[in-house]
């Protein structure tokens, strides 16, 4: 793949975890902006979550039936159009629509730019794992973006910004894109077969990925408030806490590249049971676990949670065609996208019962061992299917 392409697709990943957290950033300056309550303007996000899970499977689906390229300009573009409407919503109706907009435009990337990545074979787990940080990095700069323009600008410039950035790159893009189609490149609809065992592998990814987007999004989302209660005895500030945190996600992040690398190399099927097994294990640990040694634990347990991710992204890359990959891939999204909205009020729900996070990583751990006994009927090695594997 050529490098200018793999930074466009790897840009985009940043762009789309970016601009899908920025407004909850943000809502605390909204609210002052509207003369609204924090919670009542939150909730003017969730449309845009509902529209980023469900809008995966026909954005697959396009990408497969017209061209990846030319969704993905629709995906640069149309996001950036959505974010300057965003910025000029006066009205929290208007606000409301234009965020259905920005999570509709943002449900493009994953079953889309997730199959041009995993285009042309090769090491594929390592694009995935380098792909995947940069979606990382995404999340992580929507605080810290917010955080500068809230100091020397406002919310809604910030929006503004980003929309026309986003533009520009989708410019860029097309760009690219022309100078490819011109060399005989862009992505051509191969019609291959399947891999064998390709019903039972996609059956155990659609398992792994319904049941770790529990796991996934219960730590990634209470982890601030586990360090918060877990470290109470060291009078932290809630600032100092966030770093932490921060330090956390970014260190474990880069795993994935790690792990990609290592299953372009080796079998997924031990690499997959050693993280599943290690989550189950780390998670048990976390039940007790308090002060530094959470710390130590919430590293360890998110470097096997953000390990797991190229893994069931290459499993459907190896075991589907070419032209299957953007409707798998926008499947595998939805089901994660969903569980992943289901666990945030499960974790409040299950906090405020107990008074704590113990039942959660009790229920994680349970999870984690529910998808090791899973990838223990994965079959090993590579797909067997000659015809696949000379086209990937």
Same mark, same amino acid.
């Given at each position: 793949?050529?490098?200018?392409?793999?930074? &466009?697709?790897?840009?985009?990943?940043?762009?789309?975890?970016?601009?899908?957290? %920025? &407004?909850?950033?943000v !809502?605390?300056?909204? *609210?002052? #902006?509207?003369?609204?309550?924090? +919670?009542?303007?939150l909730?003017?996000?969730?449309?845009?979550?509902?529209? &980023?899970?469900?809008?995966?499977?026909? %954005?697959? =689906?396009?990408?497969?039936?017209?061209?990846?390229?030319?969704? %993905?300009?629709?995906?640069?573009?149309?996001?950036?159009?959505?974010?300057?409407?965003?910025?000029?919503?006066?009205?929290? =109706?208007?606000?409301?629509?234009?965020?259905?907009? $920005?999570?509709?435009?943002? !449900?493009?990337?994953?079953?889309?730019?997730? /199959?041009?990545?995993?285009?042309?074979?090769?090491?594929?787990?390592r694009?995935?794992?380098?792909?995947?940080?940069?979606?990382?990095?995404? $999340?992580?700069?929507?605080?810290?973006?917010?955080?500068?323009? /809230? #100091?020397?600008?406002? =919310?809604?410039?910030?929006?503004?910004?980003?929309?026309?950035?986003?533009?520009?790159?989708?410019?860029? =893009?097309?760009?690219?894109?022309?100078?490819?189609?011109?060399?005989?490149?862009?992505?051509?609809?191969?019609?291959?077969?399947?891999?064998?065992?390709?019903?039972?592998?996609?059956?155990?990814?659609?398992?792994?990925?319904?049941?770790?987007?529990?796991?996934?999004?219960?730590?990634?989302?209470?982890?601030?408030?586990?360090?918060?209660?877990?470290?109470? #005895? &060291?009078?932290m500030? !809630?600032t100092?806490?966030?770093?932490?945190?921060?330090? @956390?996600?970014?260190?474990?992040?880069?795993?994935?590249?790690?792990?990609?690398?290592?299953?372009?190399?080796?079998?997924?099927?031990?690499?997959?049971? /050693?993280?599943?097994?290690?989550?189950? @294990?780390?998670?048990?640990?976390?039940?007790?676990?308090?002060?530094?040694?959470?710390?130590?634990?919430?590293?360890?347990?998110? $470097?096997?949670?953000?390990?797991?991710?190229?893994?069931?992204d290459?499993?459907? *890359?190896?075991?589907?065609?070419?032209?299957?990959? +953007?409707?798998?891939?926008?499947?595998?999204?939805?089901?994660?996208?969903? $569980?992943?909205?289901?666990?945030?009020?499960?974790?409040?729900?299950?906090?405020? #019962?107990?008074? +704590?996070?113990?039942?959660?990583?009790?229920?994680?751990?349970?999870? *984690?061992?529910?998808?090791?006994v899973?990838?223990?009927?994965?079959?090993?090695?590579?797909?067997?299917?000659?015809?696949?594997?000379?086209?990937?």
């Amino acid at each position: 793949m050529p490098s200018s392409r793999f930074l &466009f697709l790897n840009v985009g990943h940043s762009i789309d975890h970016l601009f899908m957290l %920025m &407004f909850p950033a943000v !809502a605390a300056l909204a *609210a002052a #902006d509207l003369s609204a309550s924090y +919670g009542e303007v939150l909730k003017l996000a969730t449309g845009s979550f509902i529209a &980023f899970g469900v809008f995966s499977l026909p %954005m697959g =689906w396009l990408a497969d039936r017209l061209s990846r390229e030319f969704m %993905m300009t629709v995906f640069f573009l149309g996001i950036g159009v959505a974010m300057i409407l965003t910025g000029f919503s006066n009205e929290e =109706w208007q606000i409301f629509v234009s965020l259905i907009l $920005v999570g509709m435009f943002a !449900a493009i990337y994953h079953p889309v730019g997730l /199959a041009m990545v995993s285009q042309g074979g090769g090491d594929v787990g390592r694009r995935l794992g380098v792909n995947g940080v940069w979606g990382n990095m995404g $999340v992580a700069a929507s605080a810290l973006s917010v955080g500068v323009f /809230a #100091d020397f600008a406002g =919310w809604r410039e910030a929006f503004l910004l980003v929309g026309a950035i986003s533009i520009i790159i989708g410019l860029g =893009w097309i760009r690219n894109t022309r100078r490819a189609l011109e060399g005989g490149g862009g992505s051509r609809k191969k019609l291959n077969e399947p891999a064998l065992n390709w019903r039972r592998v996609l059956l155990i990814v659609a398992i792994t990925t319904t049941i770790g987007g529990f796991i996934f999004n219960s730590m990634t989302v209470s982890l601030p408030k586990v360090l918060n209660d877990r470290l109470v #005895d &060291f009078a932290m500030s !809630a600032t100092e806490v966030g770093a932490i945190a921060s330090f @956390v996600y970014a260190s474990a992040a880069f795993t994935q590249v790690l792990v990609g690398r290592a299953i372009d190399k080796y079998s997924i099927k031990p690499i997959f049971l /050693a993280l599943v097994a290690g989550q189950a @294990v780390t998670l048990y640990f976390a039940i007790m676990a308090d002060g530094w040694s959470m710390v130590a634990i919430g590293i360890l347990v998110m $470097v096997m949670v953000f390990g797991q991710i190229p893994i069931n992204d290459t499993l459907i *890359a190896r075991y589907t065609p070419d032209e299957w990959r +953007g409707r798998v891939y926008s499947v595998k999204y939805v089901l994660s996208f969903t $569980v992943s909205a289901a666990a945030v009020p499960s974790i409040a729900w299950l906090y405020e #019962d107990t008074g +704590g996070f113990s039942t959660m990583f009790t229920l994680a751990a349970i999870a *984690a061992c529910i998808i090791t006994v899973t990838v223990a009927f994965m079959p090993g090695g590579r797909p067997s299917s000659s015809k696949l594997r000379a086209t990937e």
